[in-house]
């Protein structure tokens, strides 16, 4: 078997590739066809795996294979399952929780080497809200690569029996640059260390770290399920057996969970993969139609507007404003519903939002004795909503006697602090991390509406609710 010796003209082509995809990364306005240095890997990886193969044409068939694919394996795989081992570390120490749950999806597709396959639904809603970036979107290239291994060898023997133009197939590797600088300190301290090692080592010792590594994964991957498992079930039960420990688990449950709980049990979906988009509420069988309009909080309130056919506190505010290209949008679009509305539009009045990066802080800062008010302080945005607050006063005031505010102010409003109150005596928020309300959330404002028996709609039998 001779040597392949290394062609200047191809590292040339290589080097080009790399430029283009990185500079398409880096500076996509300046570089805006640099993805093309993808199609140069596709075409250079497939020639390369082709000259190997090639190469050890003289061998046995059995062994030709096996030494092929018993190099791809010391190449990449230990590589391969160090990236995703570290990455997760990383995904639980820098992350978002609420990014928790998609990038583990996507690290189990990684282990299996499925990265390339179609976006589902709760992909793209978390990759809208710029919380979940796919940390292993990378892998979808090594996807393609290892799946091109499991059917090269076989193509290139195939081809062998008829011509060597046969014997060239899809391979390709690319290289996903997002911090040139830092990936190159990287690749050299794991070459020095790790790679240099493994390289060594026979390949049962290889197969035993990949081994390993694998079972590191699978336990990072899993880390909920596994801490569930030894702490017990994620219901929260009676409040008084709440502790703070228990609290902080289940707001962090609540906000891993955060795009499953928008799913309505009740409802029946036209996009099944999806809460978004139509569903009818089944099981009612009033003579009445009620339809609800809006972003992710309309999937939130789902299974309330199922329980209860709506209470309501409307706040007025006569001073609207004046020339406001906002409003008059607002204006428009209500003009547009209120068309095809039989007796009454609801609309969800504004509220402060919770600051995301204080929700899980709350038990930490109660366990250390913070007072609940200097609590509140850090925790309610108090910027904007008020305006917001006053176009609302004046579109319902414009729309007339078919047009209802819903307000829930009163629902998270403290007399004592003189503040919104975002979580209970428990330490239990009411808002996950992508200010959707939690399960405790939902419970307290049904909660809140029966004790202080605000303006409502009396029990009127709903025929079918749409969202």
Not at 116 to 144: C, G, K, P
Not at 206 to 219: I, Q
Not at 378 to 404: E, F, I, M, P, S
Not at 453 to 467: G, N, P
Request: hydrophobic share 40%; net charge positive; aromatic share 12%.
């Amino acid at each position: 078997m001779s040597k392949i010796e290394k062609r200047a003209d191809l590292q040339g082509i290589r080097g080009i590739a790399i430029i283009s995809v990185v500079g398409f990364h880096f500076f996509p306005d300046y570089v805006p066809n640099g993805y093309l240095g993808v199609d140069q890997f596709f075409v250079l990886s497939g020639f390369l795996m082709s000259m190997l193969l090639q190469n050890s044409s003289d061998q046995p068939v059995l062994s030709q294979v096996i030494q092929f694919y018993s190099k791809r394996f010391k190449r990449i795989v230990p590589l391969y399952f160090l990236l995703i081992g570290g990455s997760m570390i990383s995904l639980y120490c820098k992350f978002p929780e609420v990014s928790w749950k998609t990038n583990k999806e996507a690290g189990k597709r990684a282990m299996i080497f499925m990265s390339n396959r179609r976006r589902t639904a709760e992909e793209d809603y978390f990759q809208m809200l710029s919380l979940a970036i796919d940390i292993f979107t990378h892998t979808w290239s090594l996807s393609v690569e290892v799946q091109f291994y499991l059917i090269l060898p076989l193509i290139y023997l195939l081809g062998r029996l008829f011509s060597k133009n046969l014997q060239y197939g899809y391979y390709f590797l690319i290289a996903l640059v997002t911090c040139l600088a830092a990936s190159i300190l990287v690749s050299i301290a794991i070459h020095e260390t790790f790679e240099k090692w493994y390289s060594k080592q026979g390949l049962g010792t290889v197969t035993l770290v990949t081994l390993a590594l694998v079972m590191v994964n699978l336990v990072l991957l899993n880390k909920d399920e596994i801490m569930d498992k030894l702490k017990g079930a994620k219901d929260y039960g009676s409040p008084d057996k709440m502790t703070l420990e228990k609290a902080a688990r289940l707001n962090h449950l609540w906000n891993l969970n955060d795009y499953g709980s928008l799913f309505v049990p009740a409802c029946d979906y036209e996009s099944r993969n999806s809460p978004f988009g139509w569903c009818r509420h089944k099981n009612l069988s009033g003579s009445l139609r009620i339809m609800i309009i809006g972003n992710s909080w309309a999937a939130n309130h789902g299974t309330m507007f199922h329980q209860e056919c709506g209470r309501f506190v409307t706040i007025g505010d006569d001073s609207g404003p004046t020339g406001d290209l906002i409003y008059e949008i607002m204006r428009r679009q209500m003009k547009k519903l209120i068309k095809n509305v039989g007796r009454k539009m609801y609309i969800l009045d504004a509220m402060p939002r919770p600051n995301i990066e204080v929700i899980e802080r709350i038990v930490p800062m109660i366990g250390r004795g913070i007072g609940r008010g200097d609590i509140d302080n850090l925790l309610v945005n108090h910027t904007l909503y008020r305006t917001a607050r006053r176009r609302y006063a004046q579109l319902v005031n414009d729309c007339g006697k078919k047009c209802v505010l819903v307000d829930y102010n009163p629902v998270f409003w403290n007399s004592t602090t003189r503040n919104f109150r975002f979580y209970d005596e428990q330490g239990l928020s009411y808002f996950t991390t992508t200010t959707h309300l939690t399960p405790r959330g939902i419970e307290h404002n049904n909660e809140e509406t029966q004790k202080t028996k605000v303006q409502k709609i009396a029990h009127i039998k709903i025929d079918a609710i749409f969202m």
